[in-house]
């Protein structure tokens, strides 16, 4: 079995990491970690410039992200893969389980926060509704 888990840098991505690991412990499943990179053209808009150098601002979020969830990988006895991907992260992490035959998707309940959810609208809801496998939203705290 295949346990796909979406990681931002949000708190709550890390308790889903948390629960998706000891999941993939019970289970005896290959854990795959997905952080989705997608920098929301309202966020540019909204702060009325454009970054010099996007590639840099990605690394920057990808090396935040994988610095959070590294730690926590360390410690499991699952099999882990590592995955970056591009891509509105709902899209993105529902695409990639049904391309690996995941059975189960884990994401945090709330990743950026309520006024991000309203620009963007919110990641575990939009998974929830595109998956074709079972979801487990994780509530934080």
């Known amino acids: 079995?295949?346990?796909?888990?979406?990681?931002?840098?949000?708190?709550?991505?890390?308790?889903?990491l948390r629960r998706?690991?000891?999941?993939?412990?019970a289970l005896s499943a290959e854990l795959h970690v997905v952080h989705a990179l997608h920098i929301?053209?309202?966020?540019?808009?909204?702060l009325n410039q454009v970054p010099a150098d996007i590639a840099q601002l990605e690394n920057a979020q990808r090396d935040t992200v994988w610095a959070i969830a590294d730690p926590l990988l360390k410690e499991?006895?699952?099999p882990v893969?590592?995955?970056?991907l591009s891509g509105y992260p709902a899209d993105a992490l529902v695409e990639y389980a049904e391309e690996v035959g995941a059975g189960l998707i884990v994401i945090g309940s709330r990743?950026?926060?309520?006024?991000?959810?309203l620009f963007l609208g919110s990641t575990s809801?939009?998974?929830?509704h595109l998956a074709h496998c079972d979801v487990?939203?994780?509530k934080g705290g």
């Open 76 to 78: 499991t006895s699952a």
């Open 136 to 138: 487990l939203v994780v």
């Open 125 to 128: 809801h939009r998974v929830v």
């Open 81 to 84: 893969k590592r995955v970056d």
């Open 40 to 46: 929301p053209g309202t966020l540019l808009a909204v």
């Open 111 to 117: 990743g950026r926060g309520e006024l991000a959810a």
């Open 20 to 25: 998706a690991i000891e999941l993939a412990e």
């Open 1 to 16: 079995m295949i346990i796909v888990v979406g990681v931002d840098e949000s708190e709550h991505s890390a308790h889903g």
